[in-house]
């Protein structure tokens, strides 16, 4: 990839120090990126793993909710389902704060038991099988919310890893590069501008000691 040189640069000492300042500064920049990008990858991953872990928890769940579920409406009838499921309240409360994983902001659930704690319903015109399908349901739902603050964060890393890694090869594959090259020019530069005006200084020297030979053989 050719980056050639940075415009507008002025081919002088002060300048070749600046950029040589800069460029240290640039692979600081880019080593700690790297120690950044590598740090959230393994917490990305880890998360990654909980998050299909819940995935297959909520599933499993569900599977269990809904033929609870099914159960109960065969034993009871849809309409007596329905009947006791018109009185449904929030069953969780869920608090939501922030954490900070690698300079990522990622919500935090916090989930707390509702205010009702019994079932929604008399227990003389149901069957203790619309009891289970209401607990398993329950149970799904608060792996849901979990599975929602995973799954956010998981997000968010993979964000955060993108840009990360973008940064790292600009400053790899452009900065640096382009900061070498223009420190390179400015040197070969300097070096040419030395030679000549050592050119310079050995005629001028020359042409001075000439002149003395020629002054003490005309006395």
């Known amino acids: 990839m050719s980056t050639g040189i940075i415009e507008g640069v002025h081919p002088t000492r002060m300048e070749l120090l600046a950029l040589k300042r800069r460029i240290v500064l640039a692979e600081k920049g880019h080593d700690l990126l790297k120690e950044k990008r590598d ?6 991953f880890d998360i990654l793993e909980d998050a299909g872990r819940l995935r297959r928890e909520l599933n499993n769940a569900l599977k269990e909710a809904f033929e609870a579920l099914i159960l109960a409406k065969m034993v009871m009838g849809p309409l007596k389902v329905e009947e006791a ?3 449904a309240e929030s ?3 869920v608090e939501v704060s922030l954490q900070n994983i690698m ?3 990622v919500p935090l ?5 509702g205010k009702v704690k019994m079932p929604p319903y008399g227990f003389a015109d149901t069957s203790a099988i619309l009891d289970e399908a209401t607990k ?3 149970e799904a739902l608060k792996l849901a919310i979990q599975l929602a603050e995973v799954e956010t964060a998981v997000k968010k890393l993979a964000e955060e890893i993108d840009k990360t890694k973008r940064r790292v090869n600009a400053l790899k594959y452009i900065i640096i590069p382009k900061l070498e090259n223009t420190i390179r020019y ?3 530069h300097l070096e040419e501008r030395e030679r000549e005006d050592l050119f310079r200084l050995k005629r001028v020297k020359a042409i001075l000691e000439k002149k003395s030979e020629v002054g003490e053989v005309g006395a």
């Open 103 to 105: 300079g990522v902001k």
């Open 39 to 44: 740090a959230l990858v393994m917490h990305f």
């Open 136 to 138: 398993k349901f329950r």
């Open 186 to 188: 400015i040197s070969l």
């Open 91 to 93: 069953l969780y409360e």
């Open 85 to 87: 499921a018109m009185g």
């Open 109 to 113: 659930l916090n989930i707390k038991e």
